[in-house]
């Protein structure tokens, strides 16, 4: 019973190519979020949905476009991919509203995208 | 923006109590303190959260000052397997909204 899944758990391609990431949760959660994991290992929020709707972008390029089709998936899609955007990608679900005091947020296994 | 300091690194021997510790002197007044745990090729793990003095699980224990500007997470008698990346987390409000912010977090080596 994986409470936060991610697909793929790898990612190869090449650059230019259009590519999208799914997430689901079967926790009941109403947001759902998208991190960036750099070769730094810094954590970064990409984005926040509550109930199917935006609540967080952080400054992500336009390339970037998350969609909801419900409140228990967030896919990520991905055009023209760059270099730079490889990284390994989380995506979480937590109960509450964006970072309410005492959210806890659940992390799926990680979807690590290598553009060549 | 309220962010948080914390050591770079730490090492440790397998049976010590390890204590980390994090800066927040930005917190805000309703902000909880969060703590996560990040495995090699894994996803951050949820580990414990406070407010205000101390918390305890079956994991770890975080002490947190009066002044709430600071953090401690300790994991008594570490082993092998608590080699891992740990975060410490407040809420951080902007123009966007609600959002937490993970630091550099502290890479913990526990030696046999």
């Known amino acids: 019973d994986t409470a936060v899944s991610q697909t793929p758990k790898y990612l190869v391609t090449q650059m230019g190519n259009d590519k999208s990431i799914k997430c689901e949760q079967n926790?009941?959660?109403?947001?759902m979020y998208w991190y960036k994991q750099d070769s730094k290992k810094f954590l970064k929020i990409m984005f926040s949905?509550?109930?199917?709707?935006?609540?967080i972008n952080e400054t992500v390029p336009n390339r970037f476009s998350p969609k909801s089709p419900d409140k228990a998936h967030l896919n990520l899609h991905i055009n023209s991919l760059e270099l730079g955007d490889s990284a390994v990608y989380f995506c979480?679900?937590?109960?509450?509203?964006?970072?309410?005091?005492?959210?806890?947020?659940?992390f799926g296994p990680g979807t690590r995208l290598t553009v060549l | 923006l309220a962010k948080t300091t914390q050591p770079i690194s730490m090492d440790s021997y397998e049976g010590q109590e390890v204590n980390i510790t994090c800066s927040h002197n930005?917190?805000?007044?309703?902000?909880?303190i969060t703590w996560y745990q990040q495995f090699p090729s894994q996803g951050p793990r949820f580990i414990i959260q406070?407010?205000?003095t101390k918390v305890t699980n079956e994991v770890a224990s975080l002490f947190i000052p009066a002044d709430r500007k600071s953090s401690t997470l300790s994991l008594p008698r570490v082993s092998l397997s608590d080699t891992a990346v740990y975060y410490c987390?407040?809420?951080?409000?902007?123009?966007?909204?609600?959002?937490?912010?993970f630091g550099a977090g502290t890479r913990l080596f526990v030696k046999a």
């Open positions: 979480a679900s937590s109960p509450l509203a964006s970072g309410d005091r005492g959210d806890t947020q659940y």
């Open positions: 926790l009941g959660h109403d947001t």
């Open positions: 949905y509550n109930n199917k709707e935006l609540i």
């Open positions: 930005n917190i805000a007044t309703n902000d909880y």
């Open positions: 406070g407010y205000k």
């Open positions: 987390l407040v809420g951080d409000r902007d123009t966007g909204g609600f959002k937490t912010i």
